[in-house]
């Protein structure tokens, strides 16, 4: 599995949960009181119950259904129907690689290697109805004739992909550092420019 | 004494704006079950007599009758907000941005609303084409959000949570139930959790208290 941008560290702050998806894996990726991430398979080992429905308790998640509490490991550490019990170490949530850099999420299935720290600022992070090919293509044609709110040369944007399934891409913009509030809302609008034309070719 | 009189489906996202508002200011106010649904009592004579375009919420401040919920929201706000940051009615800026998301959140009530109903309560709609404005206005919504978080922003408008806020806070909390999922929408949902953190929250069915904000609670 390749390592895939899941979204953006400033859209997860501590003690909380989001759902992700990538290589057709299902995942809860969430961050514990202390700020460090985790990235399991998004299962409760109880009965199943997805993840990314439950909530941090201090450095733990709990699963909403039942309230079995996991730590950053992945092992349960408490079972609220039976609070004396010692859970055994075999009750495990699968864990996924997770990496931050420059401000972006990454996770992979295997210990694929990070990607090389860039000096890029993430600007948004976003869902396209379109296949990873049909974005490619409308980012060239939204930004061919640099008009606004295309991008210039010096916003040094990069567009990253994570397909999540055919036809649905998460996309994530990393810009220039630094950009003034001004050119941050212009390119934030290009994005959308970018996923209508995607969309539209998609359907057409 | 109580403020007022709601005419409430609990069901309903238009009436839970109102119980959201009076809770989180603390307005004490009687209400009046309606059965939307399956009895159609809002489109029956005694409630057309009270607000013949047969919509809920209907609120009554003695005499006085409102039949729109955002015109609801402005009158608790300016009737018991003692701060006044709630509904910045006069500032020239604020007021204006405000009125605009204000009529936003009517736009939602048309297209994630009747997604919900079409979704829930088989409402005879064309779900499709409601799904599809839905996400119109989720996306619309997003973009403002986004810029927003480039300001360092909250809410919707201003350094404060205003009526507007709530106005827009219910269907957009409720549509995952209406199959539009929040997850190419990071800023809608850190917004969605800073309004369910706010003191004098209160809940309807689909959207709960964060659990993690609980009394009590190990770990
Ligand atoms: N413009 C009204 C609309 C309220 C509205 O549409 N309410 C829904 C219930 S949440 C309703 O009464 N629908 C009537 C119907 O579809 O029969 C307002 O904002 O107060
Ligand atoms: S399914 Fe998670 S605790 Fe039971």
Redesign the interface.
Known sequence: MTTRPV??T????A??V????ADGKDMVVWRATDGTIAAWDNRCPHRGMALSHG??????L?C?YHGW?YDRSGRC??IPAHPDLEPPATIHATQYGVVETGGVIWVSADEAPAPDDSDLAPL????VEASEDALRDAQEATSADGAPPAPEASDRVSVLCNPIEPGRT?VTVLTAPGLP?PR??TL??WC?AMRRQAEAKETA | MTAFTLYNYVLSGNCYKIRLMAGILDVKYDTVAVDFYPGFEHRQNHMLALNPAGTLPVMTIGEQVLTDTQAMLAWIALNHDPSGTWYPAADPMLGPLVQQWLAFSGRLTNSAGLAGLHSMLNWPIDGEAARRAAIKDL?EL??HL??R???GKTWLVGDHPTIADIACFPYVALSPDAGL?H?????I??WL?AVRSLPGFVTMPGIHH???LREG???
């Open positions: 979204g953006l400033r859209d997860l702050p003690g909380r989001m759902h992700a998806q909530f941090v308790r201090g450095n733990r709990a909403l509490h550490g408490l948004r992070s976003f869902i998460q509030l941050l809302r934030s609008r959308e | 996306r997003e973009l986004t810029d978080v480039f300001e999922d997850d190419g929408y990071p800023a949902r850190n959790y964060l659990h993690e609670a190990d770990g």
